[in-house]
């Protein structure tokens, strides 16, 4: 059997601050330079490895809530099957481990499609985790205006909008012209052809002709739902 | 075992045409507002749920024809087995649920190749439950004009062409220059390296030297027919 | 001084049925393959050049309309010099030459917002010429529903929708919700940064959500005034 | 002469809340719709033009203030001339018109390097005009991270920062990572060869490894300012 | 004033088989690698560049042609007055000096539209001068097949084809289709908006369906006119 | 069990030489336009429709050969079993069926790497059907020059070379310097990252500094092949 | 059974320095050209593959190391059972057989996050099999600087640097601004959406701030060790 | 007359170390952290603004040279003027003012086309200010290999190689297999059609089959000289 370990092959050089789990290191400073919660990004991990992060990070500080994303089907049965007292969103592909923060100011997330779901879902979770109090509308795509326009009161209610879409992205330049509450818009990869992968949605969000309108990476719901709760903590009335 | 769902996460809103079977969201009111049959994208969903959907716009319309598209082989399967009434097309990966309406108006779809068949059967299908008469002609790529001229004379008796392509898409070009009759051109995805899944093809047709010539999605199949059906409806001699 | 022919370099083969006017071939049959007027695409010829192709069209067809489009400033003020008949519109960049035809049916051209002017003039003056009847809304964008709203009684009663935008080009798919009339989306330039020429506008109305939306080259007026007067010609009712 | 206006074209039709200037339309209900100033786009408008509807929009609402952006050199000498209590800012290319309102929040509008000064100035001068405090630091690239951790207190006293940065777009991450107030990202088009006008910016901030980054359009310092007012006077403390 | 040389700065070095004008160097070997005559690239020369490089390769080679590509009009001015026994030909941008050689095999250049003709005239120069018969045919679009199919003899009897086309490119794959001689496509610039500057002719031609289409850089008529004289002249039958 | 023929379907129609096997249309004159055999495209078809494509083919013609290319490992075993006549190429992915044609002129096929050479055997395959002799010459890549200018001699020797590179795609350029033998240079997809599946390639090869080098689409072996036969079956001596 | 090799079919020809394995042909020269290692691309290579060419090349040069990179699974299991004097590294999917070089010179590979490790330890390896010694800083992301300026000492240390990096690839412009050693940069595939690929790493890398900062393709760890170990063995001190 | 200044506008904050001219803010400190010159760059600055930095940093290190680059014709002819004692290279476009570092170790520049000297000029000048002997040779492109081999034995004598090209870019991967001397290698914007600006030549060299081959940004000559400057520096033999 050959070696797997190079006896001249340095060992890398880490931070204090990062303990090392053998398969994946975990930050535990980051809360305290920005106030977030800890984050575990689910993909390209096992199931065995996100339990274990989840774990750690939840007896380091078993006060606050930690939030995975990105899991698989995989993972996702076995922390439903070894953490009892996590909460775990399929649609979203999200688990939710300690108590949450008590929910300041308001998030509204709206999203076109079916198929939005997801990423509408992981908004919603990392918003709620983030501090933020969060609202959801859903099929509310620019094909269908009337139910866009039945919900329009409650746009001008919320500190943060964050419109999810994909195809052409148009719901945020139409619910931008409604209101002038801060909104973020978030491309989806719904679509296929010439949607090349939620491009089209993206370019349409960052061409919006509504004025204000602030866009993250395609599919990206998780930092949209930082940024919204970050906002809307700010503007709690 | 985990919560999967989470107490302190409201519930989405949704509007109340919207019948929810849990898997998914009908909307039942888009024929009311244009005209056109209730249809499921069958992309992403699974075979139990488009047999679910389907049957439910059926029963709320017994009376007209409920549109399938996109169907994977299994639910094809499953649906030729317990909805023994559908019309089903494994080659558009379509089908049909109810009776069609009166044809109105000639939709006559012209393609390339062999390859474009998929395409070229979803927008003969997609045309015909939109209520207008189709015809097909197949095989007649710019690379064999003796194939397209032989048949010249039926484009002057359409009311709307519809023409399928991939690779160059040249052939709507060379169509546009044959008949004045409207023209929209589907673009596919049929080919390889510099072809870039459709982008050549989409590229031609949107510089076509044709004048008149108007342009679908990628592989768009069922948007071209729904368009050159209202085309042809309203031309109906 | 030299020779500017070369006696070895062989004559140019041309087709019978165009006319050379040494700086310009002028095709002399097209409107009897199509039934469509004579075009003069005005983009990389001179004024004089443009004038004499006009000319030489009315001349031959005294009785019908002669189009030039994609005019230059200059080529406007000389035609307005010495071509009396005809009639100039400096924002669409178009001259008109000639009687025109009687309209039949009723194209309704849409546009977003004021820097879309150039391009929706092009479809309304191609449109007329093309023989339908034409009518024009402005100003309603997607970040301004109300306007949209308050013309929506308008489109259905067209035979055929044009609607023209730029940025992000979320108007198609608007309005396509709100009708089934056929419609055919124009992309335009306007925009800057991550609108690429157009393109941003371009892939969002080849991704809209709206069924049975077709779409044309970016700023093509001309093509899709063609087509749209095809539809609404045999539409007449 | 030929006549330049068609008897035979009918005249567009326009909503009321507009005011036809004949070379512009201006809109009269955008503030009070979302209570935002109204803004004048001088791209593509000559002097006379913007000159023309800023004093149009400044007698209708003369206690509060109008912007114009993207003006040209000729436009601002013009206004300077013309209009004795605009303040003209060159290097922004804005001028506004009308008392400014009382600053609420503070934006703090961060920039890499010299060339990406006039996107910043039209940052600050749109922000100040929608209601928030500014403050600005310049020249704090990432490759020279000691000046930008000079300031690094004045990050988290604001109630939003808005990072302007052109080619590799990198200081919305480095900024990102040392705070955790909501952070809006500006590419600019500052860089050549394969900085493809401002997409390598906007890629780089668009994967920024800093959660909860947003981003605009290329070169939008306007959309990036009223968006960064509007979470602002929200958070004013 | 200022050294405009740097004594400490190295000469560079260059081949022996360089002669060194100052402004250019050319090169005085090619010929005798490849059979092929001296050529001139005049792009970014000036005029008195390019009549300096010109006279010195034909004082070289009084016996056999000198070729100079994409000429300025005051660099075709220019040789008129100072070469009387220069051909010059404004369209191609090209000019020829001394004897042409012994025309082996046939080339014909088939070109689509008129705003093709410079590139098609580069090709017929470029092929007579290294070496080949030519002869060529204009005007024969796509999407005015019957011009097409009136010239299909010529198609068979030549030895090489050259088919130019801009905008979809289309007109490789109907040639392609109608005879099995070696073509030769050349996609040009010309178009507008999705045209991307001649990708769109470019992809349509690397997609073409019909087998043996081999396609240079758009506009390159200089490379197809060496390709195809170089097949010609080995099958001069 | 549901219908899976529509009887108000209408039945595509097909031109007469097409044979319709149920699964595949055979297209029975191709030879008889263009002096070429018949060919089968493997791509997308299952092993029993290739057999059965191939059987027909060639019972309609046993006294030349049918090509077929792009063969699955599956479509290769079958064709192994029940066509003993076959000659099977594994590496080409391609199967003869049928006596070979005489072979006229020479055709070299030069490749770069290892990699390359399942599309430098396709080229072999197909030229060598096509009626031209065919050598090869693998592993000179722009790397190893040595290697090349070993070979040297044999690059003027041919009628005709095809060039055959992934990567960067530099070999066309320094063969196209070392002689000025008709080439026609394949880009493979072959590589990694910013290879973008053989863009860099194709783009290497169109921007050629070698003169008379054409390009055909990414991996399309079997169109160099087709192409560079005609070209030295033309040139035989 | 059909035959698999054609007895028609020439043999390709070879140079004489590459050893014929039958399934792989095996470079003997290279490391006498330019002082390289012998190297072994496993992409693409069944695991018997490479363990045969591993095994060749050891033989012939027991005296000094051979490299194998992109090992799969697979590969990486069989060469442990059959090669127990390999050392293999799983994260980097390497394997080094033979005794190591003596280190001369110092590259120090930084890079940003989990997710690039394997990118990072091809440099590592690569690197040291190349003939530098090489130490290694992991998890410094722009998002924690303080993690970086904690290393800042170690990289004025350095001969050479490698600095990898997903996402937005921000880490080279930031380490390039603290010090003036050489750095090379890696673009890594880590991202999801607007990355494609890699492709912003990529143009961020490409257009850093920071002078003299030079970027190797996406994921090309082999390259960039390549070259730093050149630098770092001249740089010896 | 309008104010120009808002005196609610809020001055920009700048660190200490930056030295503001009004038009321009000069960094003091960057020699001191990277050892490197002070460099001016001209692109966007008026000649007097080139001017006025020039002298400001020369003023403050009389004893060691500082580099201006990307200068007009306009500005080199005003320093041309007003400083006597800059060596201007109207090739380059660069000044240098004070005297030169003694030069350490060898930079050998070789650059494939005429077209290219002004980047290879750059890379020369850049890295002789930055402390590298240098040397260069030119006019050694691919299609030529005889030129370059006839330099062959200079190339392994260098420190560091710098390879220039345009159009396919192939250059470096030939002299890459040809020696093991460090290299960067520049792209040039130098090409038409599908170079797309130098992103074909900047493919290329990033797909380079060579291994160790390193590449900056198109037209990038300044940062290939500050890199090979530093790696030849520390080579000094």
Known sequence: MAR???PERP?????ASVADLGYARVD??????????????GAGKTPAQVLGILRTLHERHPDRA???TRLTG???ELLGRDLPDAVLDPVARTAVLGPLPEPRGRVLVVSAGTSDAPVAAEVVTTARVHGAGV?????VGVAGLHRLLAVRDRLDEADCLVVVAGMEGALPSVV???TG?????VPTSVGYGASFGGLAALLGMLNSCAPGVTVVNIDNGYGAGVFAARVARGRDR
């Open 11 to 15: 060992e890398p050089e880490r931070p």
């Open 74 to 76: 995989a993972t996702t």
């Open 176 to 178: 931008g012209g409604l």
């Open 28 to 41: 535990l400073d980051r809360a305290a330079r920005t106030g977030d919660p800890e984050v575990v990004y």
């Open 66 to 68: 930690v939030l995975a």
């Open 4 to 6: 797997v370990t190079d």
């Open 181 to 185: 509450v801060p909104l973020v818009a």
């Open 135 to 139: 609202e959801q509308v859903e099929d």
